[in-house]
């Protein structure tokens, strides 16, 4: 390990250069990795609305009451038959011949009850018209082709069933326009014949909708609404009712209205099976609406252009049906594992901290750790923060020697140091490096076994690095992670993180211990054995997250790492989204880098395996995986507010914030902290969760880029030490 240090001297300043002149600003372009982004959440946006629209539940078919307004109706159609003609100025119906029926059937296709009434009309040699409903007809192309290729007349039921007379004209036109392209993309056809949604008898035509009869006839269309309605749509209804309902008086012709879609239709095709051989006993005999009106087929070949829109809107529905069907389950294995995931944290955590408490099943490491230890600050521009870090070192109960590597700062941190006047206080200058570098350097210059390093912008409790170093007693851990806290809490977002470390340090870090599979020592408060960092080669500048590329070596190379939640440090969060976004996209790109660095540990054996095949993969599902979908499950959850039950879909989502707000209970009275700051949880769901995610989708990209990033400073406050004696004082 080669290092450049200057003892002596102080680095020549660097030269003075003439300010720039000013620039003028300009309108920056998107990124490409955020057009990216906003390309696959719209796509799976308009994945979502597309399924929405074709999957939301209409009400259930059944005829609307009447009014006694009329007069707009003409005659010829109040006193005619169920098949009705009109261009707005004349208007012509049709019957249905004595002693022939003609089989209706609303609201399907329908992958469960269609095919059934399909096997009962093939028995019978029996033609059936289908009025589909053109949502089902895209989700279902098969069983429109099935349904044609056997013979049957398919009409227009709408696209997604709506009361046509409350729609404007516009809302027709796309109602009828996109059920035709999704009939002519599933069977290649087109439909002359039109059945309003909620349709009754003839008796039943009003003004209302009347109006929709006029003008489905001036766009071309012959309107059927029916003669007998079987009311299999009546969940009380029995197969005995049914066939009462729909058997003519005397030797009438009917058009019978049956459903082979829309709900419950388990009683349809059985009755079905007992009305036909029924109906043919009385000498009847069935027909279809092309015959009886003289057609020679109501469903005509569709143009090209309407094929191919149509294939169009049927792939869409399909590709949307698939990619909601897979998210709905991939969501639901998500939040089982999440689930299990806590408890399981929860219930190592609690185990941790009962071996922690005093009293016989106390852990203990054997006897006491007194040896003096090396504390190794690397620091770079913390003019505001390194005279209360040294300070707070130098009040330490633990016999300790403070080494403060200045990596090339211009803002007099080294001389601030220097000037405190503490005795065991070694000041080391060197060109900027970088911080791993800076670590080196001091690990280079310790004499002690143990080695703590900290952040230049933390300070310690005068037992914090007595309690740190105690787990050293035993032979066998080479690193040990402390507890790091957030000393400025005042303000929204330092708030969140305070929260954030929290839970983190009190549940996740004392599981991690647990189960062996520390993957983070952190930068702020960390102790190691010499003997190990010597093992791995020191610290290595393969990565942004060298804290956590070090401790993963250090376990792969057989040590055991864990957590003494009593060595506290006190840092410095960030308070502004800027400065907030610029650590997070350093950790969460730094973390991908080390985890990509030691994937090859998921295959090892020994302790490198286990930390693989429990540390890698916990941070590859929960750290990298899951917040990578949470803007698809924000979009889904607006998805069910607005297509599914939007009660469920808000007890869902509160149950999951329940469990997390108890969670973070739990780990606040662990840590033994206040409980004040629990109310800014729910708040996290909408700025601070959204905000970590879209780090991380940045850190993805980059990452796939193949981007490198510096050593980024952070703009500090200081002012640590009186932060901390209010806190105290409090």
């Not at 009109?86 to 399907?108: A, C, H, M, W, Y």
């Amino acid at each position: 390990m080669v290092v450049t240090v200057y003892t002596s001297r102080k680095p020549p300043p660097p030269e003075e250069k003439p300010p720039p002149a000013p620039a003028r600003r300009r309108l920056r372009a998107p990124e490409p990795r955020w057009i990216v982004f906003a390309v696959v959440l719209s796509l799976f946006a308009s994945m979502l609305l597309v399924n929405g629209l074709v999957t939301g539940e209409f009400t259930q078919d059944g005829a609307l009451e009447s009014t006694a307004d009329t007069d707009r109706v003409p005659a010829a159609a109040l006193n005619g038959g169920p098949i009705i003609q009109t261009d707005g100025s004349t208007t012509e119906t049709v019957r249905v011949p004595n002693k022939q029926i003609v089989l209706t059937f609303d609201d399907g296709p329908d992958p469960e009850y269609t095919p059934e009434i399909l096997k009962v009309l093939a028995e019978y040699h029996v033609p059936g018209t289908f009025f589909m409903i053109g949502s089902e007809i895209a989700k279902y192309p098969g069983l429109v082709r099935q349904v044609k290729d056997e013979g049957h007349e398919i009409g227009i039921h709408t696209f997604t069933h709506p009361e046509m007379s409350t729609k404007n004209e516009w809302r027709r036109d796309v109602e009828m326009q996109e059920t035709q392209l999704a009939l002519a993309g599933a069977a290649g056809v087109a439909s002359v014949i039109f059945r309003p949604p909620y349709s009754s008898t003839v008796d039943a035509l009003d003004n209302t909708n009347w109006t929709v009869i006029r003008d489905m006839g001036e766009r071309g269309y012959l309107t059927v609404v029916n003669d007998l309605d079987s009311r299999d749509w009546e969940p009380s209804v029995s197969s005995d009712d049914i066939i009462e309902a729909v058997t003519p008086d005397g030797d009438d012709g009917a058009i019978l209205l049956f459903h082979d879609g829309g709900g419950d239709r388990s009683r349809t095709a059985s009755a079905l099976a007992s009305v036909i051989p029924e109906l043919l006993k009385m000498g009847y005999t069935f027909t279809t609406i092309a015959d009886v009106t003289g057609m020679n087929t109501v469903n005509p070949p569709a143009s090209v252009n309407s094929r191919v829109l149509g294939v169009s809107i049927v792939g869409a529905v399909q590709i949307a049906q698939h990619v909601t069907h897979w998210f709905t389950w991939l969501l639901l294995a998500f939040g089982v594992l999440t689930i299990a995931r806590l408890a399981l944290m929860l219930v190592l955590g609690r185990r941790h901290a009962g071996r922690n408490k005093r009293g016989k099943f106390r852990r203990t490491w054997g006897p006491p750790y007194e040896k003096p230890v090396t504390v190794v600050v690397p620091a770079y521009n913390e003019k505001e923060c390194i005279a209360d870090t040294v300070r707070s070192l130098a009040a330490s109960t633990h016999p300790i020697r403070i080494i403060v590597v200045d990596d090339g700062s211009t803002d007099g941190t080294a001389e601030i140091a220097e000037s405190l006047g503490y005795r065991n206080v070694t000041v080391i200058w060197q060109p900027n490096a970088g911080k791993p570098a800076a670590l080196n350097t001091g690990i280079a210059a310790a004499d002690t076994e143990i080695v703590v390093m900290m952040d230049g912008d933390t300070v310690f409790e005068p037992d914090t690095v007595r309690h740190l170093v105690q787990p050293f007693a035993d032979d066998t851990v080479g690193a040990v992670a402390g507890n790091a806290k957030v000393a400025n809490r005042t303000g929204m977002i330092a708030l969140w993180q305070h929260i954030e470390y929290v839970v983190g340090f009190s549940i996740d870090r004392r599981a991690y211990d647990e189960m062996r599979c520390m993957a983070t020592v952190p930068g702020a408060i960390g102790a190691f054995r010499r003997t190990a960092l010597a093992q791995v080669d020191g610290l290595s500048d393969d990565t942004l997250a060298e804290d956590t590329d070090l401790t993963i070596a250090v376990i792969r190379s057989g040590w055991r790492v864990v957590y003494e939640e009593r060595a506290r440090a006190w840092t410095e969060a960030p308070t502004t989204i800027k400065q907030l976004w610029r650590q997070r996209y350093r950790w969460s790109y730094g973390t991908m880098q080390a985890m990509w660095k030691h994937r090859r540990a998921l295959i090892e054996r020994g302790p490198g395996g286990k930390f693989g095949r429990r540390g890698l993969i916990n941070l590859a599902l929960f750290q990298t995986l899951m917040p990578l979908l949470s803007p698809l499950i924000d979009v889904f959850l607006v998805y069910g507010l607005i297509f599914l039950d939007p009660l469920e879909t808000l007890i869902a989502w509160f149950a999951m914030l329940t469990i997390q707000l108890a969670s973070t209970i739990y780990a606040f009275r662990l840590d033994k902290e206040s409980l004040k700051p629990v109310w800014a949880v729910p708040l996290q769901q909408f700025v601070y969760r959204q905000l970590m995610y879209l780090v991380l989708i940045q850190s993805t990209l980059a990452a796939l880029g193949g981007i490198r990033l510096g050593w980024q400073k952070l703009q500090r406050a200081g002012g640590l030490s009186a932060l901390l004696g209010a806190r105290s004082e409090a």
